[in-house]
């Protein structure tokens, strides 16, 4: 009985995938608007593998057609919370290149699109996103989040993955290197991480100053931190942000869904973990964090970017919202859709939105 119990859980997962009935297929009655399509498909085995990569985490081959490219990809299911629901997020290599697909939400995945846009624009590296609707073997899958991910073509470096949460993981037995992960190069040198770990976790306040104004961007991280806390992204803890290392140490996003929400007059400028707390705590960090708050943001000037972003925001959900009627997953309604994008505008909105709460957007 226990091996039954055991396996259960992962038949049901490849049960929810499998399980075709609760989409519908191209000849019905979908209407995807103006956003882009992409097809992709598989034979029955290579469908079987794709079920499996839920547990294997490896690709398996596809054809796919999307706009510029049409010919052979490789396809894997991805993520942890959505591997447990009927719409999958996907991996996808094409032409050797890595690219993203993330399931969207009841916001159609928009959240993500207008935080790595609102990163870009405060000349932050962050991933360039594009709304599509997924069709897997002529079935639709609904909206997604087309991601390009980040590689050595689109950035210098080292890229990390590493979690700082609090400062007790790093006091524990084993070191948070074994936490770690180096996205790339793939040497298995991560002696540069190491060493901010070290210094993070136990450099004392006067060494850690003067590692931060030696090794540390403080420009780009603190644009970075910026544009987190004025969209009260709330996953990042231990997740959902890299480390890139060039000479010198950096945070760019990842996977900012999680953000934009109701209760940010409660939410807690850089406290969000360890590695953000310690470097809050450096005068020099503060003064140039409150800043950019105030150019990007607060001030109004001509540096800040919440007109465009609110522009870009709104037609983003003009461009989606016909696909999103049609999502089988959430079949948002468009009154429900448009509640929605008026309450993102609203955020965004320089004179009444989260902006106007400038004083609570100020590091003491």
Not at 5 to 17: A, D, E, G, K, N
Not at 152 to 166: A, I, Q, R, V
Not at 246 to 275: A, F, H, V
């Amino acid at each position: 009985m226990r091996k039954v119990l055991r396996v259960f859980p992962f038949c049901l997962i490849i049960f929810s995938l499998a399980a075709c009935g609760e989409f519908t297929t191209k000849d019905d009655d979908v209407d995807t608007g103006d956003v882009s399509e992409v097809h992709i498909y598989l034979s029955q085995d290579k469908m079987q593998r794709l079920y499996s990569s839920v547990a294997t985490d490896s690709y398996t081959a596809c054809t796919l057609d999307k706009d510029k490219w049409h010919g052979e990809a490789e396809i894997k299911v991805r993520g942890l919370s959505s591997r447990l629901k009927p719409k999958k997020s996907f991996a996808l290599k094409i032409d050797g290149k890595k690219y993203m697909l993330e399931r969207g939400q009841e916001n159609g995945g928009l959240y993500n699109r207008i935080a790595m846009r609102a990163y870009q624009l405060a000349g932050v590296s962050a991933c360039n996103t594009e709304s599509v609707v997924l069709f897997l073997n002529d079935e639709y899958l609904g909206c997604y989040n087309f991601i390009t991910y980040y590689d050595p073509d689109f950035m210098d470096g080292e890229l990390y993955k590493c979690w700082f949460k609090n400062k007790l993981d790093m006091d524990r037995n084993h070191p948070l290197i074994s936490q770690t992960e180096k996205k790339f190069p793939k040497d298995g040198d991560v002696s540069n991480m190491e060493h901010l770990i070290c210094a993070c976790s136990s450099f004392s306040d006067a060494d850690w100053h003067e590692f931060v104004l030696k090794k540390v961007d403080i420009d780009k991280t603190a644009s970075y931190l910026v544009v987190h806390d004025f969209l009260t992204v709330i996953d990042t803890g231990r997740t959902n942000y890299y480390i890139q290392f060039d000479g010198k140490y950096r945070i760019i996003p990842w996977d900012n869904e999680q953000c934009m929400l109701p209760g940010r007059k409660s939410y807690t400028l850089c406290n969000d973990n360890q590695l953000i707390s310690r470097l809050a705590a450096v005068p020099e960090f503060k003064a140039v964090y409150n800043q950019k708050m105030q150019e990007l943001f607060t001030g109004g000037g001509a540096s800040c970017i919440l007109n465009q972003l609110r522009n870009e925001a709104g037609a983003m959900f003009d461009n989606i919202c016909t696909a999103m009627a049609s999502d089988p997953e959430y079949a948002t309604s468009r009154v429900d859709f448009m509640k929605i994008k008026t309450y993102v505008l609203n955020y965004l909105d320089k004179n009444t939105g989260r902006a106007s709460d400038g004083d609570s957007l100020i590091l003491h």
